[in-house]
């Protein structure tokens, strides 16, 4: 039955003023058709003037078509868009417009950053387990920000770094929101389509894969939405642009529902437990108004959920697991060792698998049902046979109706162990809540032993080993100079280095299991940065410290708070590696426990300090809070529950910051204590400031004074920049005294008119003689200058090695040097040989000096008179001295 244009005009909804949905304006009016599948009505609001819904049945989907005609995709698409304000601007959202055949996609506009997400679902669901198969994939395309891959390919590869990042910011607030028992597979896919260099897509990035979700099929619980906040001038500021960003104290990224938050990391420069709450309030307030907005957009365009999709474990069999597991569950869970603990577990498992089998409750088949429902399916050789007896006529297939007597239910064996995991995270949580006594006996605000070692790799530049009851942390320091920068190449910076970076491995033998090993995970991706960023605050300056800094930390134990082991051991490695650090940090986990219904309780939330890895698992909360104890560095929170509010947050940063204290006053033990100097084995670095015109001089032409210094010196690199800083690793103090030594020499400032005194000839050309007149620092003395007497070529009186005295006589715009050697001599008169001071025989100078003399009396004569050439072959050296002198003195001046 079609409703008329007049019916659902009273069903239209009011919109709230900051919104404002369009339609073409050309589009003619539409009626709706009522779907008669599962898919429900979709709610229309703030439509166009004279437009109206109308939805057409198309297998289980429905889809928006235009009045009188063919389906959307033939007149064209209908698109759907919302402003949604966050802070002080506005955020754009379409839909329906673009990628239709997906579950839901959607276009987010901030300023002119675009960044399109869509979610599609398998057709069919996957094998049950304990997770919901959900992948994320962020990608930033070059082609955004008007830039090409320099790859041979010239496309994007694999996921950069920061990318994984975004992927993890994305996935980690919506999987709480996801039901258990619903396995189909999910795939969110977000591309930044255009970036203007102002507006961060990673916020704009979770906010849209939110909406792609509400808009979907996918049967999830809440909307989420995701922003940035910041604090410039003690001020916060929701959703920042980049410029500002460069002054914030603080970068939180948040996300949440209109009720509770789900998901922060951040990092900060020791706030206060006080100014990170107010912060989280801001952001709530924020996500609050953007989730109201996508609701109303959910209610005009969404589709249904596919809540009859979700598939539970029978309730039976709860039952079943808890009668047969009882005591020695318990038994089981108190054991204090994780790997003893796990294998009685594993154990007990295997014994509950094996009854219900042996009493015939478990099936090979993947999911579970009762065998009275399940019907005889035969096939008939005619399809168009008469059906008798009751008999449904399907086709070629006949179901017959099974009048059989009710059997028991059967299990598959998958839910089986779903269940069992369940019933033992129930226990457990029991224990805690009702006990107040954890696995491991501690109570709640209790923390493990904790022993710290330093300087145990003699060979590394700082080491430290970093143990806290069964999590155990092995962090090394490598310094090095400006080559062992990480480069960074992103849509927000194309040439960014990073001098300091924490690399963060765990292997599976840390938890006593065997896997792949290889490149790193996004986990692994995910726990280094928050390791790094916690530690980032407290390292000096560049200029008092020039190292490149990079500290690995290898799990080699693991039960829990893995990443905060590692800023605790990268702490006390950059101390024994001689960094001065402004003060110590530390890092502590912190879970939840919520004593709901089941346990008779009211929902009261029991904090825990420093939580093992069942309790992650088991928990509600996983707060990861890092920092000195006056303030917080960094900070990260995942909820495994709908979410927790303010107060609760406000109890774990408190009981965190008493943990903090606690942990820093261990670290304080470590025996070994750090060195707190260079090793012998780091390299010496020293940054001396040059003139910026002077820089030239330290490079040389085509780079061959600085490769000169290398190979003379023996340093391992020189940088020179053009802002006149100059940066020499050397692998000792000697070379770099040495290397020091040279470029002062080079890069010095001398005066016109100054005298050097047995300079060395350095290179000989036809034009002159270069003379070093300092280490490093050479000059021309041009072969008009050698001499006051002519001279065709300047090998004819000067060899490499000779050593002369020069004036400086001019300095050009390029800081090279003009030298005169003819400047000294006393007068022209005077032999060039007389302030010569030359090592050969006294001989080999008389010689050159004749040839001297008779080429330039050669050319002379032509003024004066002819000389015969014979004469002056055959002359002796006294006649032809004699007769040059004459000659000399009848010259015009």
Not at 245 to 255: C, F, I, P
Not at 483 to 506: G, H, N, P, W
Request: aromatic share 4%; hydrophobic share 35%.
């Amino acid at each position: 039955m079609l409703a008329s244009p007049t019916t659902l005009h009273h069903l239209l909804l009011p919109a709230p003023p900051h919104l404002a949905f369009a339609l073409p304006h050309a589009a003619p009016p539409l009626h709706a058709w009522l779907p008669l599948s599962r898919v429900a009505p979709p709610r229309v609001a703030a439509l166009t003037h004279g437009s109206s819904c109308r939805m057409r049945r198309r297998g289980t989907r429905a889809k928006v078509v235009a009045a009188g005609g063919d389906e959307a995709s033939s007149s064209g698409p209908t698109k759907f868009s919302v402003k949604i304000p966050v802070g002080d601007r506005h955020i754009l959202v379409e839909t329906g417009h673009i990628g239709r055949q997906a579950s839901a996609s959607v276009m987010v506009t901030d300023g002119e950053t675009i960044v399109y997400c869509s979610v599609c679902m398998a057709d069919t669901p996957s094998d049950p387990s304990d997770f919901f198969p959900m992948s994320v994939h962020y990608q930033e395309r070059l082609s955004a920000a008007g830039r090409t891959s320099g790859g041979f390919f010239k496309r994007e590869g694999r996921a950069k770094d920061h990318e994984v990042l975004v992927c993890r910011l994305i996935d980690r607030p919506l999987r709480p929101t996801m039901p258990k028992g619903f396995y189909y597979e999910t795939q969110i896919l977000s591309w930044v389509f255009s970036y203007d260099g102002i507006h961060s897509p990673d916020c704009v990035a979770v906010t849209a894969a939110g909406i792609a979700m509400a808009l979907s099929e996918v049967p999830n619980k809440q909307t989420i939405a995701g922003v940035r906040i910041g604090m410039i001038n003690d001020q916060f500021v929701v959703n920042p642009t980049t410029e500002q960003m460069e002054d914030s104290e603080l970068d939180l990224m948040m996300a949440g529902t209109d009720s509770a938050i789900l998901m922060i990391e951040g990092f900060c420069d020791f706030l206060t437990e006080e100014k990170l709450l107010q912060a989280v309030e801001t952001g709530q307030v924020a996500i609050r108004e953007i989730c109201k907005a996508i609701d109303v957009l959910v209610q005009t365009c969404g589709k249904k959920k596919m809540v009859e999709a979700i598939n539970l474990p029978p309730a039976e069999l709860y039952r079943h697991v808890e009668d047969i597991s009882g005591d020695e569950l318990v038994k089981a869970l108190q054991i204090k060792e994780k790997i003893p603990r796990r294998k009685a577990l594993s154990a007990l498992e295997e014994k509950v698998i094996m009854i219900l089998s042996e009493q015939g409750y478990v099936s090979k088949d993947e999911l579970s049902g009762p065998i009275e429902n399940l019907a005889d399916i035969v096939e008939e050789e005619d399809e168009d046979e008469v059906i008798e007896d009751g008999e449904v006529d399907e086709g070629d297939v006949h179901i017959k109706p099974v009048s059989r007597k009710p059997h028991r239910q059967l299990f598959s064996e998958v839910d089986v162990k779903l269940v069992f995991k369940e019933v033992s995270s129930k226990y457990l949580r029991r224990r805690i809540v009702e006990g107040e006594k954890r696995s491991d006996g501690r109570s709640a605000c209790e923390l493990r032993p904790i022993n710290s070692q330093c300087g145990i790799l003699p060979r590394a530049h700082g080491s430290a080993l970093f143990t806290r009851g069964e999590t155990q942390a092995l962090a090394v320091v490598t310094l090095g100079d400006y080559q062992m920068a990480q480069r960074i190449d992103t849509l927000v910076d194309t040439e960014e280095s990073k001098s300091f970076y924490l690399q963060y491995t765990f292997p599976p033998s840390s938890v006593g299991e065997v896997g792949r090993t290889g490149a790193p995970n996004r986990r692994e991706i995910g726990h280094g940065m928050l390791a790094e960023r916690a530690l980032e605050p407290v390292l000096p300056a560049e200029v008092d410290f020039p190292y490149t800094i990079r500290v690995e930390s290898t799990i080699t134990e693991s039960n829990g708070s893995s990443s905060m082991a590692s800023v605790c051991g990268g702490c006390l490695a950059l101390q024994d590696a001689g960094v001065p650090i402004k003060f110590p940090v530390a890092g502590i986990a912190m879970g939840l426990v919520l004593d709901t219904q089941e346990f008779g309780g009211d929902g009261t939330p029991l904090i825990l300090s420093d939580i093992t890895g069942s309790e992650d698992a088991s928990g509600d909360m996983d707060l990861k809070v890092a920092g000195n104890e006056h303030g917080i560095s960094a900070f990260q929170m995942d909820i495994k529950v709908v979410g927790i509010t303010l107060p609760v947050m406000e109890q774990a940063l408190l009981q965190a910051r008493d943990g903090r204290k606690h942990i820093l006053n261990e670290m304080l033990k470590c025996s070994p204590p750090p060195c707190k100097a260079l090793s012998p084995h780091a390299p010496v670095i020293h940054v001396m400031k040059v003139k910026p015109n002077k820089v030239n001089l330290i490079i040389g032409s085509g780079g061959r004074t600085i490769k000169s210094i290398l190979e003379e010196t023996g340093v391992y690199a020189i940088d020179a920049r053009d802002d006149g800083t100059v940066k020499i690793t050397a692998r000792d103090m000697e070379s770099l005294e040495k290397s020091k030594n040279i470029i002062t020499n080079l890069t010095m400032v001398p005066k016109v008119g100054e005298i050097f005194r047995n300079c060395e000839i350095k290179t000989i050309a036809p034009y002159g003689a270069f003379v070093e007149i300092a280490p490093g620092r050479e000059g021309l003395c041009h072969i008009s200058e050698l001499s006051s007497s002519w001279l065709a070529k300047a090998e004819d009186a000067y060899k490499v090695g000779d050593r002369i005295d020069v004036k400086l006589i001019e300095i050009n715009d390029k800081g090279q040097l003009r030298l005169s050697c003819k400047a000294l001599l006393p007068d022209a008169n005077q032999e060039p040989g007389s302030i010569k001071q030359q090592t050969s025989s006294s001989v080999k100078e008389k010689v050159v000096y004749k040839d001297d003399i008779i080429k330039m009396t050669t050319r002379r004569s032509r003024r004066k008179k002819e000389v015969e050439p014979s004469a002056a072959e055959n002359a002796t050296p006294k006649t032809l001295e004699n007769s040059t002198a004459a000659q000399i003195a009848h010259l015009p001046p």
